[in-house]
């Protein structure tokens, strides 16, 4: 029963928050660095070779991480490290030991973050569900934005670490936060959100208490809100709800609809690119599958 | 010269005439399992070796996730032909062949050990026994006992008494077993199950910690009481008739390939549910046991009940008197020791 949820959302965890990431260090460091940040996110964003981004991002890691040895305790600069280091251990590190310690400094610079903000999440780590569903009723929307980055760099550590049935025993910890964070999220929320919401609802199928058809409406939203510019929504829609359904004709007219698209979109292509691959693998699939 | 030929020609088509046809067969396969667990890739990954292995000739399907319905629907779907068969527990087809209840009768076994010791020699039968009953397996893969979940301590048997317990739907013995117990019984189909231990509809379920995990029951759960309620089998079972449009050739790389999956499954399930317990633990849900006279009390009570189930005509009594005779010469080997109390956590080790 290991590996429940482990390729799932290798895509998904995508690049949507290299932007965030990047302007929430200018917002902290010198205007001259500010400017060198809103450039680097729109390089790395709109980069159509990922093989690029894998070789160039580490350098920024490290970046990321003088910052915080010169501001520990910074929530900013620690959400700024734990999502770069969540995007990097999740999409990009494919050797399984790397993916486990990238992923593991993202979360503890993600729940440092968190306990900078609000008290009650310095007891995460140790929270039943209970305490810690509790816990996130004192959330307000100004900690919406480090809220959701735990949960990225949350979900970027499971999957690093979906062979250890601890994570699968947190997922429903990680699908409580992210139905808050939709709630607290305002006009500032990121869509990305919808799309993990999706893929966690599609893990268990109807006949063990799944609901898919709240999954399918979180895909969907998703797409709407991109006008369907993020492509890696509808291959996650086709993966998660399509898949698990056995929906082959809704599957395959997703999956060639990435294909036909034009990967370049401002702020997506990285991801599309990415996705595009991971659209064709599934469609070239879908005859042993369905 | 030309007649001879003739002949020749006549003799072969003849032998060709005659020969049995073995097609391409398709086997389409129903199991709850979800879809991207190890399990799901561990069929999946077999059916891809039959594949090659018999160059095309054995295509396995399989539908995840239930998607092809209850066990009653999947049965009904392969009588109709348009499944051949399913992974299942026991409890589904001991409509088919009630000897499959024997290992899941309550509190039958004390320990993996002694699940160990009568498999080793009922397996076989009973794997025949199915057989005989029309479906070809490919071995049981054990799930690990069943224990108790609840919201409230359990560590006696007058803890239980009045509780709501889930009950899976088509499940008579645990019914009647629960009710032996002094407990309520409520048949629920598994989807609602989470939300009955929410609502307080369900004060107590019984599952291993392997199935608690992945339901995301863990989370409605204080409390877990690491008693050897239930021993769990799965299998997979192939309609015979579907079967034996394989040709032999073929049908012999299906049974190479499944029997080796499915004794994967089982030196790897009582691993899993160990590890599965591990974690309950650490999500803060508290362990309780049974002292050993507790123990031997609401043994006793189920001991009654399984022979009642017995009478029913749930199992045959020849092989529950043989399974019942290898326990007790089990644990005549073991008298030599003084028993500790049972303990599933060191059972499943």
């Known amino acids: 029963m290991k590996s429940v949820f482990s390729k799932r959302f290798r895509s998904a965890l995508g690049l949507v928050m290299l932007s965030v990431v990047l302007s929430g260090c200018a917002s902290m460091i010198s205007s001259a660095a500010t400017n060198l940040s809103k450039n680097l996110s729109s390089a790395i964003l709109n980069q159509d070779d990922p093989e690029l981004v894998r070789a160039g991002a580490p350098s920024y890691l490290l970046l990321l991480d003088s910052f915080v040895a010169g501001s520990p305790d910074d929530p900013a600069i620690l959400a700024a490290g734990a999502t770069l280091y969540a995007t990097y251990g999740a999409v990009f590190a494919d050797d399984g030991l790397r993916a486990s310690r990238l992923t593991t400094r993202a979360r503890r610079y993600a729940g440092t973050a968190m306990c900078e903000v609000h008290a009650p999440a310095c007891d995460w780590a140790d929270a039943t569900y209970d305490e810690f569903v509790a816990s996130l009723d004192g959330l307000r929307p100004r900690n919406a934005e480090y809220l959701y980055t735990y949960g990225f760099a949350s979900l970027a550590f499971l999957v690093a670490h979906s062979s250890d049935m601890n994570s699968l025993a947190e997922l429903p910890k990680i699908e409580a936060l992210f139905n808050h964070y939709l709630d607290i999220g305002g006009d500032e929320l990121n869509i990305s959100a919808y799309t993990f919401m999706g893929q966690l609802l599609t893990l268990m199928p109807p006949a063990l208490g799944g609901k898919p058809e709240i999954a399918r409406e979180f895909f969907e939203k998703a797409i709407v809100a991109t006008d369907g510019k993020d492509l890696s929504a509808k291959v996650e829609y086709a993966r998660g709800y399509a898949r698990l359904l056995y929906e082959r004709e809704l599957h395959d007219r997703l999956l060639n609809e990435v294909m036909a698209a034009d990967p370049y979109q401002d702020g997506y292509t990285l991801s599309n690119i990415m996705a595009q691959e991971d659209a064709a693998e599934l469609l070239a699939a879908g005859d042993e599958y369905f | ?349």
């Open chain 2, 1 to 349: 010269m030309e007649l001879a030929m003739k002949k020749i020609l006549l003799v072969a088509l003849a032998l060709i005439v005659s020969l049995p046809v073995h097609a391409a067969v398709t086997l389409k396969i129903a199991t709850v399992s979800p879809e991207n667990t190890q399990w799901m890739r561990d069929l999946r990954a077999s059916a891809a070796e039959i594949k090659t292995r018999t160059d095309g000739r054995v295509v396995i399907k399989f539908y995840g996730g239930g998607v092809m319905g209850n066990d009653t629907k999947v049965l009904g779907r392969i009588r109709i032909g348009s499944l051949q068969g399913g992974a299942f527990t026991a409890t589904t087809l001991a409509s088919q062949y009630t000897d499959l209840n024997l290992y899941g009768l309550p509190l039958i076994f004390d320990s993996e050990e002694e699940v160990a010791y009568v498999r080793e020699r009922l397996d076989a039968k009973l794997q025949q026994g199915l057989e005989d009953a029309g479906f070809v397996n490919f071995g049981f893969a054990g799930g690990g006992f069943a224990i108790l979940m609840s919201n409230t301590p359990v560590d006696e048997l007058a803890d239980l008494k009045g509780k709501k317990v889930w009950v899976p739907e088509g499940d008579s013995i645990s019914y009647a077993s629960m009710e032996a117990l002094s407990l309520s019984p409520v048949t629920l189909p598994l989807t609602d199950v989470l939300t009955g231990l929410q609502t307080g509809l369900l004060d107590i379920v019984a599952i291993p910690p392997i199935g608690a995990l992945v339901l995301q029951w863990h989370t409605k759960i204080k409390y877990i009481t690491e008693l050897p309620l239930v021993y769990t089998i799965a299998f997979m079972a192939i309609e015979k008739r579907a079967f034996e449009k394989i040709s032999p050739a073929d049908q012999a790389i299906v049974r190479e390939i499944m029997d080796a999956t499915y004794r994967k499954f089982d030196v790897v399930n009582p691993k899993d549910n160990q590890a599965a317990r591990d974690v309950l633990l650490n999500q803060g849900i508290k362990s309780m046991k049974f002292e050993r006279d507790n123990y031997l009390a609401i043994r006793a009570v189920l001991a009654e009940s399984n022979k009642a189930l017995g009478a029913k005509g749930k199992f045959s009594a020849d092989m529950y008197d043989e399974m019942v005779g290898y326990i007790a010469e089990f644990r005549s080997k073991q008298a030599a020791d003084i028993s500790p109390p049972p303990d599933v956590s060191a059972a499943n080790k």
